[in-house]
């Protein structure tokens, strides 16, 4: 069955780093875009930054745009997301998901993402920004 397991999650003081890491297993990585999503408390979905299924192409949302960066191994199965000089509103779970196909969708202005946007979802892990 389809896995999707998150790590490197933790607690980290503003302008500090973390690299947070998804292996995944039980369906052909290579041939589905995949992406990270947060949530916040008392917030909903974001998706933070979404990848082809190649890698070739990336998507950022405009509140991470130059801090962090998305990246896949087709070859170790696995996700990633760079997360630079982080911020206290970057406090969140987040999420590995993958999508259906292995293209990054439209974006759709007004769109309330939800769990239905992807196939797939990890179990999340938690970060937080903190002095």
């Known amino acids: 069955q389809v896995q999707l397991v998150e790590s490197g999650g933790g607690l980290v003081q503003p302008g500090g780093s973390l690299r947070l890491s998804c292996a995944v297993s039980g369906f052909d990585f290579s041939d589905y875009a995949m992406s990270w999503v947060r949530q916040s408390p008392g917030k909903g979905l974001e998706r933070v930054a979404m990848?082809?299924?190649?890698?070739?192409?990336?998507d950022y949302a405009d509140s991470v745009k130059g801090r962090f960066t998305i990246s896949r191994d087709n070859a170790k199965n696995t996700l990633s997301l760079q997360m630079n000089s982080l911020k206290s509103e970057d406090t969140a779970v987040y999420y590995c998901a993958k999508y259906y196909f292995p293209f990054i969708p439209t974006s759709r202005p007004g769109h309330a993402l939800s769990r239905a946007d992807f196939d797939s979802w990890g179990q999340g892990t938690q970060v937080t920004v903190s002095s």
């Open positions: 990848v082809t299924s190649t890698g070739g192409t990336t």
